[in-house]
């Protein structure tokens, strides 16, 4: 065959759903050369990175290291290791993520309870804990940031719920680690997954997971063997603890990446990191209503990094997102399942949540519903950002 | 906490069973600003991608991809696609690697026959023959380069052989790609893994497989679903192929990283390619034998890119590998499993199958043999190395 050409990618602006750019730091990371995934160098890096995950998380959970493989593995590493084929799973679907927790319970042999809001909503714990009475289930599975509505479900007070009815509390934090808070210890959360490519502002690759003193006695005690032998943490955490036991050849460069990834996490600090992505959502959401957008996500449940605005009346989809991505090299995405056609999703996430993003990408999507016939006063976009951020 | 310093990992000549050295246009290619994981860009680098792969592994199968985690995650994604619960297995273990296809296929529901030779030996088709006449199994599993042992097992004509009757062929080639012929059409291989870290000097983080045409016939009629999601070939492929059907979030960077990886591999040819191995490998064997060390697999049977040798009477393992390590910067493998603590893993890999490489290594282990009290003759490696070399 011809050899292709040299990787040359056009420059983008990644404000969807995630991935999200790589800050240039952990771009930088990646170039290193390799150290051996047994190397007393590389465990020591090992140990550093861990570490700071428990800080990002909240939590002193020992059993706290990243998958090898992207988030949706972390989702099946949790099912398939804190489940036993015929145990009871009550998962809190309002969205395609809480949806999918369905299937990945199901392929475990879950016999999966689903307690369903509109999209959009977030569940109150009423609801919660009247399923929690009739169901009594070994596990609850919930979305704290679900990516394909922009809702951001409040989790204060759920762990403690769960465990009066001996029930883990299983979470969702994909899109949630590194913008908003997740606060594992505080909220009494039994396992917990997330990604790299999001708040993180690492390439995708791995999927940050840990597990509270309880979580670990289930899955210490299990009758039967994890079906996946990759995701089994009883044997993963042997090479993540001290006995660093082969188990498989560690992801090295995305690791580096994450090293990177959270030291400038905590280089800022957590309060502050939540607060810019704050500051930056207000300023964009202002700029967004300006245009005349409105949020697919209840008012006051709406997270700072994923803002889904439905597709206004009379404009399509595509030509909008084409012509963002053409002109302005600014990638946004899509609706998903219910709301495909029907939503766009903007993220400011990690790295990418700045005034300039806000402000350049409130120009340009201007531009592009304009150029679609959409009604738009001219500049009230950029206009309402920048009040926001005069305050 | 306070924050850990910047990353900064010694320089390390990485000589063990892998990861091998990522060639420094791959680690380059690493630092490339991310695309999204559907961008029409992105789409086109992963097509050249697996049509590059396809021509490594010599096949034309559709269903050609890299998993999106490192090459256990292949043998995993092999097993429980093709199992279903109850399914005859037989697997061929002569190694560690073997071993541990046991273990997965197991946990996909196998019934699983082993196959057994000595650690080193490599299994003849007469003995194949019979276990395919008495179990008549779906799947046969076989190492073909077994990264324990440094045996390379021969495969030409199996595939015809396991297909007499009726069973499936599935090759680890996690060792093999990129140093050794995988020639899958040619050998009727039904199903293949291979990793990223090895052959084709990238970062580890990818499973390379490729299924035939009768494999994709056998999981696409499956009974019962996949028991992993994230592995779900019939749900991943529609990512990979014209679909572009999300399913998870591509980890980019390692792409970029396959593409360049392979694009060096087509660039330098496989033929070359795998006469460079051939040649650094004879070269680094005649500086070993004058040395005074053996091989652990059978003559004959010897894998170019895994030198495994007996450590030599009286001498120490760990000793010699630390020696390496701090004066030199060099990682070799010790043994594992059977070979713990009796064997040195010496990986010629990719990039790393050079002149250069053999000499300073042949002069390194001397001064560390030499330091530990063994006998050697003062130069004979190097000088022998260089005999073969000038031929």
Avoid at 30 to 47: R, V
Avoid at 216 to 225: G, H, I, L, P, Q
Avoid at 293 to 311: D, F, I
Wanted: proline share 6%.
């Amino acid at each position: 065959m011809n050899v292709p050409g040299p990787l040359n990618p056009p420059v983008r602006l990644l404000l969807g759903p995630g991935p999200s750019d790589a800050h240039p730091r952990v771009l930088r990371a990646m170039a290193t050369p390799l150290l051996g995934h047994l190397d007393p160098q590389f465990l020591e890096i090992m140990n550093a990175a861990q570490e700071m995950l428990r800080s990002a998380y909240q939590t002193k959970n020992q059993v706290t290291f990243p998958v090898s493989a992207t988030g949706m593995a972390g989702m099946e590493t949790c099912f398939v290791n804190l489940v036993e084929p015929g145990d009871r799973v009550v998962v809190c679907a309002a969205g395609f993520f809480g949806q999918r927790m369905v299937e990945v319970a199901n392929r475990a042999g879950a016999q999966v309870t689903v307690l369903e809001r509109p999209w959009g909503e977030v569940f109150d714990f009423q609801q919660i804990r009247e399923t929690l009475q009739k169901v009594r289930p070994k596990l609850l599975a919930i979305v704290q940031a679900e990516t394909s509505t922009g809702a951001w479900q409040p989790l204060e007070g759920l762990g403690a719920l769960c465990h009066e009815f001996e029930t883990l509390l299983l979470v969702d934090a994909v899109t949630a680690l590194g913008c908003i808070p997740v606060a594992l210890d505080a909220w009494q959360i039994d396992a917990v997954y997330s990604c790299s490519q999001k708040g993180l502002s690492c390439p995708p690759g791995l999927s940050p997971v840990s597990f509270s003193s309880r979580a670990v006695e289930v899955f210490s005690k299990r009758k039967t063997k994890v079906q996946s032998w990759y995701f089994d943490v009883n044997l993963v955490e042997h090479y993540w603890d001290s006995d660093r036991f082969y188990h498989h050849t560690g992801p090295i460069t995305m690791v580096y990446a994450l090293y990177e990834g959270l030291r400038l996490v905590l280089e800022e600090g957590l309060e502050a990191r939540w607060a810019r992505h704050r500051r930056n959502h207000e300023a964009l959401k202002a700029g967004l209503k300006a245009l005349g957008l409105t949020y697919t996500a209840t008012e006051g449940h709406q997270l700072p990094q994923l803002n889904a605005v439905r597709v206004p009346p009379g404009c399509e989809d595509l030509p909008v997102r084409k012509r963002l991505l053409t002109e302005f090299g600014i990638e946004i995405g899509g609706g998903l399942g219910e709301f495909k056609g029907k939503a766009w999703r903007i993220g400011l996430m990690g790295y990418n949540s700045r005034p300039d993003v806000v402000l350049l990408f409130l120009g340009a999507l201007e531009q592009c519903l304009t150029s679609q016939g959409v009604k738009v006063q001219a500049g009230a976009g950029v206009a309402a950002a920048n009040r926001t951020y005069l305050g």
